[in-house]
Nanobody, 118 residues
């Protein structure tokens, strides 16, 4: 069973920065490379939404709301994916989830809270 472990959430004032990290120690490197790694977020009463994702060969997609502020990166040798979040806004407040996806398979982390105060 793949286990994704997130870290780096917390509270910050508007305009500040946070960096989220997600690791998968149980996934061997050659398998990790095959997965698209992503970050999603969810607020109470709303559907989980894509924030950013990066394919195994480096193709990146961002939600329009975070373009120019967030940067996703992956390190296949370390089996990690990071999300650098700058110029944070109160509307970025959510639980952020790490995701690994391949074909019809999805794995999720436990989520980490990000709170941005005005």
């Amino acid at each position: 069973q793949v286990q994704l472990v997130e870290s780096g959430g917390g509270s910050v004032q508007a305009g500040g920065s946070l960096r989220l990290s997600c690791g998968s120690s149980r996934m061997i490197t050659s398998v990790f490379r095959q997965y698209t790694m992503g970050w999603f977020r969810q607020t109470p009463g709303k559907q989980r939404e894509l924030v950013a994702r990066v394919t195994g060969d480096g193709g990146i997609t961002y939600a329009d709301s975070v373009k120019g502020r967030f940067t996703i990166s992956r390190d296949n040798s370390r089996k990690t994916v990071k999300l650098q979040m700058n110029s944070l806004k109160p509307e970025d407040t959510a639980v952020y989830y790490c995701n690994a996806a391949k074909d019809t398979v999805d794995y999720w982390g436990q989520g980490t809270q990000v709170t941005v105060s005005s």
